[in-house]
Nanobody, 123 residues
């Protein structure tokens, strides 16, 4: 059983930066992979990034490579998404998700989800 709470969203100008946080509660946080997904207005939810339990391996969707960085602090049971060079098309509600073991970009592999935090990038 894992509970997730996202924070850090807001309004930012194109080219700006935001750092999202996801605080997790669970007895074995370090054994879980943590992912970020997003849902833009009028669109379906899509994968953004994932990091395995140790933090040694990460994977990003092509549209955010070089701009976003996922990281985690297992001592704080928190995962982060640093978003730089933001574009209007990054506007979405961003969700934190958790699964046991391995990297995955598929929603169906993640049993635990946060409530989401809204990111709006103005042009």
């Amino acid at each position: 059983q894992v509970q997730l709470v996202e924070s850090g969203g807001g309004l930012v100008q194109a080219g700006g930066s935001l750092r999202l946080s996801c605080a997790a509660s669970g007895r074995t946080f370090s054994s879980y992979s943590m992912g970020w997904f997003r849902q833009a207005p009028g669109k379906e939810r899509e994968f953004v990034a994932v990091i395995i339990g140790s933090g040694s391996y990460v994977y990003y969707t092509n549209s955010v490579k070089g701009r976003f960085t996922i990281s985690r602090d297992n001592a704080k049971t928190t995962v982060y998404l640093q978003m730089n060079s933001l574009k209007p098309e990054d506007t979405a509600v961003y969700y934190c998700a958790s699964k046991e073991y391995g990297l995955s970009e598929f929603e169906s592999d993640y049993p635990y989800w946060g409530q989401g935090t809204r990111v709006t990038v103005s042009s």
